[in-house]
Each structure stands twice: as C-alpha cells, then as structure tokens.
C-alpha cells in the first residue's frame, strides 16, 4: 500500500459525459501527478500540482482539467468523454515540487471505461 | 526530448532462470532512472532508482539494475525468478535539466515466470 488513494476504482460512462476522479496523496507529500494508462499510448503524464499550483503539464487534452485542494487532494476532470478516454488513470504523489530525483509513490488507479 | 525504449513488451522465464529486461533510454542530460512494477490491478511501485553514484543499484525483492552510460542502458536484472515476479515492470527516465522533470515511461515489459 502506497499511501495515495483514488476514488472510484471503477467507472462506467457514456460518450459525451463527464466524470471528476479524486485522489488523496501521501500524508505529507506536496505534489500530486496525474497519468493515463492505455494500450496504444502507454503511461502518459498528463499534469502535476504542487501545493495547490499547477506545476507542469504534459499531453493532457483541453477537455480535461484538474486542481488540488487546500487540504492536498486533487481532482481530474474529464469532460465531453469520447472512447477513447477509456483507459486506467493513476494518481502519484511526492514529497517535494518534483525534482528530478524524487521518487513518485502511486495510487491504485481509476478504470474508466466510456461506451 | 527524453525517451524510453523497453525491448521486448513480453518477457517469459522459468521458475529459478535468470531475468533480464532489457531498458534503453535517450537524454541529452544525465539521466535519472526509474524501475517500477506493476501487479495485476494494482498500481506501480518502485523497484529502484538511479541518481547519481555508483552505477549498480540494488532494489527490492532481490532485482538490480546497472547503469551504463556508453550504452544508454539500464537492464533490471534478478538472479533467480519467482513466481510471484510475474508482473508489468516500466522503465521511466527523468531526464529534464529543470528543478521539474516528470517520468518519461516505457510501454512495459510484461514478465510471465513458468513453474
């Protein structure tokens, strides 16, 4: 057990929908990542937050979005979801501002399967 | 741009064999290097990493892995499998020359260990 949390652990929508996942990161860590696994593209980063500022941004689409909390938690947005956003999105989370040496501790993961 | 190539997206040993997987990474930077695996619905953990220092980095559950730089290279090794090995194991680099560098991953090896 990592530490990080995320919720639901399983989600089933339609196209067009929108859905929020949320995760809770390591008591204590600052910064939180987002990544998208799936089968064509890999594990793809797609944005991280450290103490409530977005921090950087990878391939993440203009329908989604994210934030983190006052209390470190973060949320990811997905909205007008399309077939191909089915996929297993990951919650990480580390102590610092994500300097290059700083280990990730992931959560469990979100398996959102759009029909 | 930083990537990772994993050779080999299945990897399948005998219970005892050794177990090789194969990492090769391009940075115009020096490296920070990741090993993570993932168990079946679960999300990844870190095997090891390499920062800076000596070049052999020792991880859990017996797996090591050596940097070799002339080769861009980063090979997980472990002397003996077992079962309980069988996993997706990622590559990741973290090679950006800012203070902020998220991971770079390969697609996965998926490692399968025979009785």
């Known amino acids: 057990d990592s530490g990080v949390t995320q919720t639901p652990k399983h989600l089933i929508t339609a196209t067009g929908q929108r859905v929020t996942l949320r995760c809770s990161p390591r008591s204590g860590d600052l910064s939180v990542y987002w990544y998208q696994q799936s089968l064509d593209q890999g594990l793809q980063f797609l944005i991280q937050y450290y103490n409530g500022e977005e921090r950087a941004k990878g391939n993440i689409l203009e329908r989604f979005s994210a934030q983190q909390f006052p209390d470190l938690h973060s949320e990811l947005n997905l909205s007008s979801l399309e077939l191909g956003d089915s996929a297993l999105y990951f919650c990480a989370s580390s102590v610092g501002s994500g300097g290059r040496a700083e280990t990730q501790y992931f959560g469990p993961g979100t398996r959102l399967l759009v029909l | 741009a930083q990537s990772v190539t994993q050779l080999g997206s299945h990897v399948s040993v005998s219970e005892g064999a050794l177990v090789l997987l194969r990492c090769n990474y391009s940075?115009?930077?020096?490296?920070?290097l990741f090993w993570y695996v993932q168990y079946p619905n679960q999300g990844l953990q870190l095997l090891l990493k390499?920062?800076?220092?000596?070049?052999l980095v020792k991880g859990i559950n017996g797996f090591e892995a050596e940097f070799k730089k002339s080769e861009t290279s980063f090979h997980l090794t472990k002397p003996s499998a077992h079962m309980s090995d069988a996993a997706e194991y990622f590559c990741a680099v973290s090679a950006g020359n800012s203070g902020n560098t998220p991971l770079v991953f390969g697609k996965g090896t998926r490692l399968s260990v025979i009785a």
């Open positions: 390499y920062t800076t220092g000596a070049t």
């Open positions: 940075s115009s930077v020096p490296p920070y």
